[in-house]
């Protein structure tokens, strides 16, 4: 199982980015993802959930300005983040849970300056 997210990058406050995450495992599209992010001294935390319906979850922080999609054709989950803060400066990386064990992606950096 390898997750790969990709996106990251320094962004004004206000800005957008759009994160991705590949996913190379078989029955991608009977699969939940989240996408999790980490501060530096803080614990990680979820941001955002898809299902496989797809139904779809957010934290409270990023509700309203995240949105998390998927594409099964190209085994994919993106998180488009749009009025980015400096508080949503973190590690963004992708997780799987896949016979019943916990993967995680080496993240992407977003960093977001005022």
């Known amino acids: 199982v390898q997750l790969q997210a990709s996106g990251g990058g320094v962004v004004q406050a206000g800005g957008s980015l759009r994160l991705s995450c590949l996913v190379a495992?078989?029955?991608?599209?009977?699969?939940?993802i989240s996408w999790y992010r980490q501060a530096p001294g803080r614990q990680r935390e979820l941001v955002a959930r898809?299902?496989?319906?797809?139904?779809?979850d957010y934290s409270e922080s990023v509700k309203g300005r995240f949105t998390i999609s998927r594409d099964n054709a190209k085994k994919t989950v993106y998180l488009q983040m749009n009025s980015l803060r400096p508080e949503d400066t973190a590690n963004y990386s992708c997780h799987i849970v896949y016979n019943w064990k916990n993967y995680w992606g080496q993240g992407t950096l977003v960093t977001v300056s005022s």
């Open positions: 495992v078989d029955n991608f599209r009977n699969k939940a």
């Open positions: 898809i299902s496989n319906s797809p139904s779809t």
